[in-house]
């Protein structure tokens, strides 16, 4: 069961798609910073660089600090986002994101919407739809090649 807001909503969602891609390809794109322009609009609206022991994006919104699960043989392609300008102290958003095999040649991504304190409905669905698109920009990217 879904764990629920006091409004009744949900406190989480898993978005997927299926990819016509091996699993290993998909990781190996998804997982890379410095391809996420090509794909992630919701992330990143330009170019990701390396500034220290992290990653920074311009995001809708401005730039934003990126952290990634280290590379792995499992798939997790988990991410934290801090807004530059957040105020000192403030948590980074965690960002659960898996690529599974489902069988040889494909591999379904799993992307898990966290609502966020104080989200409002409005935003939770407009991030979900938003989330849906990126990761149909990444299955097209991924089914092209």
Same mark, same amino acid.
């Not at 730039?63 to 699960?69: E, S, V």
């Not at 980074?92 to 069988?103: A, D, H, M």
């Not at 989330?131 to 991924?142: E, G, M, N, S, T």
């Given at each position: ?17 299926q990819v016509a891609c091996d699993w290993r390809r998909a990781y190996a794109v998804a997982a890379d910073p410095v391809r &996420? /322009? #090509?794909? =992630?609009?919701?992330? *990143? ?10 990653? @920074? ?24 986002? &801090? /807004? #530059?300008? =957040?105020?000192?102290? *403030? ?10 095999? @489902? ?28 989330? =849906? ?13």
């Amino acid at each position: 069961m879904t764990p629920m807001n006091e409004n009744k909503s949900p406190l989480s969602r898993v978005i997927t798609r299926q990819v016509a891609c091996d699993w290993r390809r998909a990781y190996a794109v998804a997982a890379d910073p410095v391809r &996420l /322009p #090509e794909w =992630a609009s919701g992330l *990143a609206d330009g170019a990701v660089s390396r500034e220290g022991g992290h990653w @920074v994006a311009q995001t809708s919104s401005g730039r934003a600090r990126l952290r990634f699960a280290p590379a792995n043989e499992l798939g997790v392609m988990d991410h934290w986002v &801090l /807004p #530059e300008g =957040a105020p000192e102290g *403030a948590p980074e958003v965690y960002v659960p994101f898996r690529v599974i095999e @489902v069988s040889p040649g494909r591999c379904e991504l799993q992307f898990t919407l966290l609502r966020l304190p104080g989200m409002d409905d409005q935003a939770y669905e407009r991030d979900a739809a938003w989330i =849906a698109r990126d990761l149909q920009a990444l299955k097209q990217l991924l089914e092209q090649a």
